[in-house]
């Protein structure tokens, strides 16, 4: 386990407890109330006892013993109501607050430079927290929120009960009559033992919690993989045909129960540590009541206390025994749950390296917009390996562009750059001969729409997965589907573009083919009408005539604009007046389908040769 300073405890958990006050300013003031509630339930009673028995002592006027008996319970009574009230909004905010703070979470994922997307160790990291939650009792931001009130609660108890300590320790001067040594030291062997039972049992707790850390984190792999398993091997459709057909169920049920006897494992021990710890501080309040009971005890019978003050200072000893054990068991978690808060906002904190850039773009309505790649290289972070090296080539405004290859080529590497997904490792990359890092990135990103191989249809209405927004236009968005060659599947659907797709949440959702998937894609593509149209090979799952046909029906919608299609398959990219074979990583051949078969000895010409018998009809 990582080390958690001193320092580093109040840091981060300071960070903690302003972003709840930014979140909701009256959390932190409300959290405070109900802690002084706490309090004043806790001594309430006591102060009001010792005064009644005190005025009984000396037979006191009745209706001041009345008034003291009413004071007893119409007070407590009172605190109870508030406190209640008080409770009521706690809950309530409070069960917003991790959500909001998944929200943070969410928030930033989808901010983040791309090639985090794409990066284990992020996507790790983002898992960890999920998982801290399920191990930790809802371990990091979410435990400080809850943790906050007990804190503060216990700590204004123990400032009560440490006066009324002190006031123990100034009365008990006169415990020797004629010997102030005596009543001295004795006071200073009272403090020392007490001392010296805070500081073992506070030893010892802070080793258990650092043993039950451990078992925290040696659980988050376990419950990560086997919820893997159960959401994606027991709850998904495409892989229960596999399951079945190949009589899996056995080994996934052998595999299963090991992870849950190994997480119940852990988690025994957990729980064993727990009580231990629970056992230690138990025992720290027995031993502060013992030696704190019999000082009293000593001192009433040497008529150095009244019967209200015995009342009182037994009590106060009996928060502070109790509320100090509970101070120190909730210490202890709250060090532990600093490595969770700060694993939180180092999440939060990762930097975006992408430089912004500040130029707009220019506004053009003929589309003529030059781009460049100059000897651009590209290694992917991490890694050594050049999957792109000293790649150049221009871009003819207005006309198509295939870019074709073996897998692993380079090919998609080539969009991801094209659409500043990354940044080059080495060159530049240009549009009408400025360096695509100073424009604007979001205006950059709207000179594209691109479909990819692995394009998401949400699992809402069809005319927001066209528009990809919820307010849009509608006639557009109709439009942009018929021209994808759904018309006739719209004009069937009874609520049109409000038609939910798939019934992930909506019970009346229609499920869709992969044929309409695709057209839905490029129907989106086609509604942000953007200079630049790109086809990322989502029609790999085809057959080559009908990927041939899908290829051939975008590019008479393209019109004038300047597209790009990859496809590793050669027949779909004919129509295409410019075709270039990228080969590990570097511009191999440029030219038409025409020109590039006729150079019989590059790799063009044994790509097509090797496909061709593919490419007929009835083959």
């Keep these: 386990m990582h080390k958690i300073t001193v320092k580093d405890f ?37 102060w009001f006892l010792a005064r009644l028995l005190d005025h009984l002592a000396v037979n006191a006027d009745f209706s001041v013993i009345i008034k003291d008996a009413a004071l007893i319970i119409a007070g407590d009574f009172l605190i109870r109501i508030i406190k209640c009230i008080t409770d009521h909004f ?37 898992r960890d927290i999920d998982e801290m939650v399920r191990t930790h009792d809802g371990g ?72 039950i850390f451990h078992e925290n984190e040696t659980l988050i792999p376990v419950y990560r993989e086997m919820h893997w398993y159960v959401f994606n091997c027991l709850e998904k459709e495409s892989y229960g045909k596999s399951i079945r057909l190949f009589h899996q169920q056995p080994l996934l049920e052998k595999h299963l129960k090991d992870l849950f006897s190994e997480g119940s ?27 704190i009971y019999l000082y009293l005890g000593i001192m009433a019978i040497k008529g150095l206390l009244s019967v209200g003050n015995v009342v009182l200072y037994a009590g106060s000893i009996s928060i502070f025994a109790n509320y100090f054990s509970e101070w120190v068991y909730v210490l202890a ?34 589309d003529r917009f030059e781009l460049e790649f100059r000897n651009v290289s590209f290694k992917y972070p991490g890694t050594e390996e050049y999957v792109l090296k000293n790649f150049s080539i221009h871009f003819r405004i207005g006309e198509r562009l295939a870019v074709v290859g073996r897998n692993g080529s380079g090919k998609t590497t080539f969009i991801k750059l094209l659409c500043r997904l990354y940044d080059p490792t080495e060159g530049e990359i240009l549009l009408n001969g400025i360096d695509i890092r100073k424009y604007d990135y979001q205006e950059y990103l709207s000179l594209f729409s691109v479909v990819f191989q692995d ?40 609520k049109g573009l409000d038609t939910v797709l798939y019934t992930d949440f909506d019970t009346e959702g229609i499920d869709i083919s992969g044929g309409e998937a695709q057209k839905i894609a490029i129907a989106r593509a086609l509604y942000h009408d953007s200079p630049f149209i790109i086809l990322d090979e989502p029609t790999a799952a085809l057959d080559p005539l009908a990927e041939y046909e899908v290829y051939s029906n975008f590019d008479a919608l393209v019109g004038t604009k300047t597209a790009v299609y990859i496809s590793h398959r050669l027949s779909s990219c004919q129509f295409c007046n410019d075709i270039i074979v990228i080969d590990h990583g570097q511009l191999i051949q440029r030219g038409s389908h025409e020109e590039l078969v006729k150079e019989k000895d590059k790799l063009y010409y044994q790509l097509w040769n090797t496909q061709a018998q593919y490419y007929h009809k009835g083959q």
């Design 10 to 46: 109040l840091k981060i958990n300071f960070r903690g407890l302003k972003l709840i006050y930014n979140r909701n300013k009256f959390s932190i003031p409300l959290s405070v109330f109900d802690a002084v509630l706490i309090s004043l339930s806790s001594y309430w009673n006591f």
């Design 90 to 126: 706690i809950f309530h905010d409070g069960s917003l607050f991790w959500e909001e703070c998944n929200i943070y979470l969410n928030e930033k994922l989808m901010n983040m430079d791309y090639e985090y997307m794409e990066s284990e160790k992020i996507q790790n990291q983002k």
């Design 140 to 211: 990091g931001m979410n435990f400080l929120y809850w943790r906050m009130t007990g804190v503060i609660a216990y700590s204004l108890n123990l400032i009560i009960a440490v006066v009324y300590m002190i006031q123990i320790i100034n009365k008990s001067r006169g415990l020797f009559t004629g010997s102030p040594v005596k009543s001295a030291l004795s006071s200073i062997l009272f403090i020392a033992v007490i001392i010296l039972l805070i500081v073992i049992t506070m030893k010892r707790v802070k080793q258990l919690k650092e043993k």
């Design 265 to 291: 494992c852990r988690s025994i021990r957990k729980g064993k540590l727990n009580e231990k710890m629970q056992r230690i501080t138990g025992f720290l309040q027995a031993g502060l009541l013992s030696i």
């Design 333 to 366: 978690e709250l060090t532990t749950n600093t490595a969770y808060v700060k694993a939180y906002f180092d999440f939060l904190d990762i930097p975006n390296k992408k430089y912004e850039g500040s130029l707009p773009v220019e506004k053009r309505d003929d």
């Design 455 to 494: 394009f998401k249809i949400l699992s809402m209405p069809l005319g927001e997965n066209v528009a990809a927004a919820s307010d849009y236009d509608k006639e557009k968005a109709a439009g942009a589907l018929m021209r994808a060659g759904m018309g006739d599947t719209l004009s069937k659907l009874e």
